[in-house]
């Protein structure tokens, strides 16, 4: 069974930065797609970011463009979602996933983490 732990969630002040991490259990961590993903209250969830397996390729919803950067320490069985300039409208629940590539993230083969909440005040 694979697992996912997310952590380095909190409060920041506008403007401020934080780095959320999640490891995964299991031996084949280096074959997962893995994605960021966040939900604030009363809204849907929101693609943030995702990285494939080697690290190669890397996708950002627009929004967090320039901002948010995905990486991934696959010796560490570890995914980052370094967060700068942050504003309000980033608080929400972030969730860290892992994935087959081309697979949907809510299919069976997908995994999600319990998710760490960040909240950016004005």
């Known amino acids: 069974q694979v697992q996912l732990v997310e952590s380095g969630g909190g409060l920041v002040q506008a403007g401020g930065s934080l780095r959320l991490s999640c490891v995964v259990s299991g031996r084949t961590f280096s074959t997962y797609v893995m994605g960021w993903f966040r939900q604030a209250p009363g809204k849907e969830r929101d693609f943030v970011a995702s990285i494939t397996g080697s690290g190669g390729s890397r996708s950002y919803a627009n929004s967090m463009k320039g901002r948010f950067t995905i990486s991934r320490d696959n010796a560490k069985n570890t995914v980052y979602l370094q967060m700068n300039s942050l504003k309000p409208e980033d608080t929400a629940v972030y969730y860290c996933?892992?994935?087959?590539?081309?697979?949907?993230?809510?299919?069976?083969?997908?995994?999600w983490g319990q998710g760490t909440q960040v909240t950016v005040s004005s």
């Open positions: 996933a892992a994935g087959v590539r081309g697979r949907s993230w809510d299919g069976p083969d997908a995994y």
